[in-house]
C-alpha cells in the first residue's frame, strides 16, 4: 500500500475525537488513475452515526450562542486554511477522485471561497419588523438555526460539495454530520483536519464513512437531525427524502441534471466550441452541471460539429497528477460502461462517431473524449445523463423546437445557449425550465450565485445569499405591550 498522503486521515471524527469502526472494519480506497489501494478509512454504521449525532447535538447548544462575529471569524480561518494547503489537498483529491491537477486546485479554491462568502454572510442574518394591525402588539420577524445537519456527498466534488454545505450550515450556527462517498472519502476527512487547524470547536463538524444504508437510515430517523443536505444521484435523493419525511426534516437535494446546451446559427462558433469544451468535459464529464445534449441548429451543426472535434482532440487524457493532463479517468469501471452503453444505442440507431468512441489506450477507467453526430430523440442520451465524456450532436431546425427538445425531461438544473440575438437570449433563458442557465457561457458555477434546481433536480440552493436560508427557521414574535 501507498505511503500515505499529507491530510490523509485514515480515521473519522466524533465529537473532537479521532476513531476507528466499532467493529474495527475499514474500506479500501482506490486511485482511478492507477488501480492501486491508496489506503482504508473506517467501516461505520448505525451506531457511530447515532453518536455523531449526539455529539453535533451537544455542541450545537454553544455554537449556537456564539455571535455572528466568532462564527465568521472562524470561518474565515477556515478558508484561510484552505488556501494555505491548497497544494496538498489538490494532490489529495486527485489521487482519490482522478481529476486534473489543475481542476483540482480550482476544486479547493472555489471550497475556499465558499468558506468565505458564508463567512461574510454569517453576519448578515437579517430579520424584520412588521407594521402590526394591533395597537398594541409589536411584530418581529427572527432567523434561527435550524440545529444539526446531516451532510451526504458525492464523488465527483469531494470537497467543494461539502464546502458550500458546511460553510452555510456553520455560519447559520448549525452543526454538522457528514458522510463523504466511499470512493473519495480523504477530501473531505481533510476537513476535520482543517477545522482543528481552524478552531472551530469539537462536534461542529462530524465525519462519518462506512455504510451508505446505515449512516444514511440513521441521519434520516434520528430526531436531532433537523435537516438533510444531499448532492448525488436523484434515485437516492428521493429515497433519502422519503425516509427524512417519518421525522418530518428539512431537506436540500442537488440531484441528477441532463443540462442540455442550445447553438443557434447566429452564435459565435469559437466562442460557442471554447463553452461547450468547459461545459462538456470538466472533470472528465462527470459534473451534475455538464453540458448532456447538445441541439445545434441546421445551419451550423456541419461547422460547429468539425470545430467541436478539433479541439476536442487535443485534450490531454492521462493520470491527472501529470502535466499537461486535461481528463483524468472516469471515476469506476460501471461509469465506463454508462458511456459505452449510450455510444452503442447511437450507433445501433442510425448515429455516428466524429471522435473518440472507445476506451483510452491507458486502460483502467479511462476513456477518449468522444463526439457523437446525428443523434435523434429517440436515442438513450437524449433522455438519460451520460455522466462521461460523451457529448451528442442533435440538430434543429427552429427556436421553440429547439427549446422544447431542452425542456423534454423530467430533469432542471442547467441549461446552456448560444447566441448573438439579443432577443433571442432572453427569450430562451426564460423558456429553458432550468435553475440556472448560462447564455454565452459555459461554465457558470460560482460562489455568489444560486446553485440548485428545478423539477426532479431537486430542491434548495447552495452559495449566495439564498443559501443560508436552507439552514434557517423564520421565527414570528408578536410582543403584547
Ligand atoms: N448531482 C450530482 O452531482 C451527482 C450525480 N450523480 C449521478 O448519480 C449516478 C450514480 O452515482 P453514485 O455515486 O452511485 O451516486 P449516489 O447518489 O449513489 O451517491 C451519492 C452519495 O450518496 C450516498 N448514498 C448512496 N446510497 C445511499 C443511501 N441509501 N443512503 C444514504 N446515502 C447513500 C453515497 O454513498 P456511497 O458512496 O457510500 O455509496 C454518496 O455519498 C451518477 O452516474 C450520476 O448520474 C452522482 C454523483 C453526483
Ligand atoms: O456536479 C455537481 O454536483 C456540482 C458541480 C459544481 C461545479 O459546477 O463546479
Not at 473519522?12 to 476513531?19: A, D, M, R, S, V
Not at 434520528?222 to 419525511?245: C, D, H, R, W, Y
Request: include cysteine; hydrophobic fraction near 40%; aromatic fraction near 8%.
Amino acid at each position: 500500500m501507498a505511503k500515505l498522503l499529507p491530510f490523509q486521515r485514515e480515521k473519522n471524527l466524533i465529537g473532537g475525537e479521532w476513531i476507528d469502526a466499532d467493529s474495527a472494519g475499514t474500506i479500501e480506497v482506490t486511485n482511478p488513475a492507477t488501480g492501486e489501494v491508496i489506503g482504508t478509512v473506517p467501516n461505520c454504521g448505525a451506531a457511530e452515526t447515532k453518536r455523531a449525532i449526539e455529539a453535533a447535538q451537544k455542541a450545537f447548544e454553544g455554537w449556537r450562542a456564539t455571535t455572528a462575529a466568532e462564527r465568521a471569524d472562524k470561518l474565515r480561518k477556515l478558508a484561510a486554511a484552505l488556501e494555505k494547503n491548497k497544494e496538498e489537498l489538490a494532490v489529495l483529491l486527485t489521487t482519490e477522485q482522478g481529476k486534473s491537477l489543475a481542476e483540482a486546485r480550482g476544486e479547493v479554491g472555489i471550497s475556499a471561497a465558499y468558506v468565505l462568502w458564508f463567512a461574510e454572510e454569517a453576519r448578515r442574518v437579517y430579520g424584520d419588523t412588521i407594521p402590526s394591525p394591533w395597537a398594541n402588539r409589536r411584530i418581529l420577524v427572527t432567523k434561527e438555526p435550524v440545529g444539526v445537519v446531516a451532510a451526504i456527498t458525492p464523488w465527483n466534488f469531494p470537497s467543494s460539495m461539502l464546502s458550500r454545505k458546511l460553510g452555510a450550515a456553520l455560519a447559520a450556527g448549525c452543526t454538522v454530520v457528514t458522510k463523504p462517498a466511499t470512493q473519495t472519502p480523504y477530501s473531505a476527512i481533510a476537513w476535520g483536519l482543517l477545522a482543528e487547524e481552524a478552531g472551530i470547536p469539537p462536534g461542529v463538524i462530524n465525519i462519518l464513512t462506512g455504510s451508505a444504508t446505515q449512516i444514511g437510515g440513521e441521519m434520516t430517523a434520528n430526531p436531532l437531525v433537523k435537516k438533510v443536505t444531499f448532492t448525488g444521484s436523484t434515485e437516492i435523493g428521493k429515497l433519502l427524502m422519503k425516509q427524512a419525511s417519518g421525522t418530518m426534516k428539512r431537506v436540500s437535494m442537488e440531484l441528477g441534471g441532463n443540462a442540455p446546451f442550445l447553438i443557434f446559427d447566429d452564435a459565435d462558433l469559437d466562442a460557442a466550441v471554447e463553452g461547450a469544451i468547459g461545459s462538456k468535459y470538466r472533470n472528465s464529464g462527470q459534473t451534475c452541471v455538464c453540458a448532456n445534449r447538445f441541439y445545434v441548429q441546421a445551419g451550423v451543426y456541419d461547422a460547429f460539429a468539425e470545430k467541436f472535434a478539433e479541439a476536442v482532440r487535443d485534450l490531454k487524457v492521462g493520470n491527472g497528477l501529470e502535466p499537461g493532463v486535461t481528463q483524468g479517468p472516469l471515476i469506476d469501471e460501471k461509469a465506463v460502461e454508462k458511456v459505452e452503453e449510450h455510444i452503442a444505442d447511437v450507433l445501433a440507431k442510425g448515429g455516428r462517431v466524429v471522435t473518440g468512441g472507445k476506451r483510452h489506450a491507458l486502460g483502467h477507467s479511462f476513456f477518449e473524449p468522444t463526439i457523437v453526430a446525428d443523434v435523434t430523440p429517440g436515442m438513450k442520451v437524449a433522455k438519460e445523463e451520460t455522466f462521461g465524456p460523451l457529448a451528442p450532436l442533435f440538430r434543429f431546425d427552429t427556436e421553440e423546437q429547439a427549446v422544447a427538445m431542452a425542456n423534454d425531461t423530467e430533469f432542471g438544473l442547467a441549461a446552456y445557449a448560444y447566441t448573438r440575438d439579443l432577443g433571442r437570449a432572453f427569450r430562451v433563458m426564460e423558456g429553458l425550465q432550468y435553475g440556472q442557465v448560462g447564455i454565452n457561457a459555459g461554465v457558470i458555477t460560482t460562489e455568489v450565485a444560486p446553485f440548485g434546481g428545478v423539477k426532479e433536480s431537486g430542491l434548495g440552493r447552495e452559495g449566495s445569499k439564498y443559501g443560508l436560508d436552507d439552514y434557517l427557521n423564520v421565527k414570528y414574535g408578536c410582543i403584547g405591550l
